[in-house]
């Protein structure tokens, strides 16, 4: 009987330790897990981040070419409008010189 109870024994410490292995091996998938996950929340913020600088500059870059064309614009009417009054200026003075 005591062969027998032996054997009970060990077969009580090895699924013990198996329980105890599972346990381990579970609580170290948890972390493997919660790294992951981590991780990759890690990397959805940067690239978040990084979107909205993105954003951020297009819509800078996109005021400041308004901006830019608007200045154009208005350079040319007064280009356009400086040569109108130089042309009026001299028909008025060729009116003048002209005789009549």
């Keep these: ?47 978040k981040e990084k979107e909205t600088k993105r954003s951020e500059k297009r819509a800078k870059e996109e005021i400041d070419q308004l901006a830019r064309d608007q200045a154009r614009r208005e350079a040319y009417l007064a280009r356009e409008k400086a040569t109108v009054e130089a042309q009026e200026v001299r028909k008025r003075q060729g009116e003048k010189l002209s005789p009549e």
């Excluded at 005591?2 to 609580?27: F, H, P, T």
């Design 1 to 47: 009987m005591g062969n027998q109870e032996e054997q009970s024994l060990k077969e009580a410490k090895r699924v013990e330790k198996r329980a105890a292995e599972e346990a381990e091996r579970l609580a170290r998938e948890q972390e493997r897990k919660k790294a992951y996950l981590a991780r990759e929340q890690a990397i959805e913020e940067a690239q």
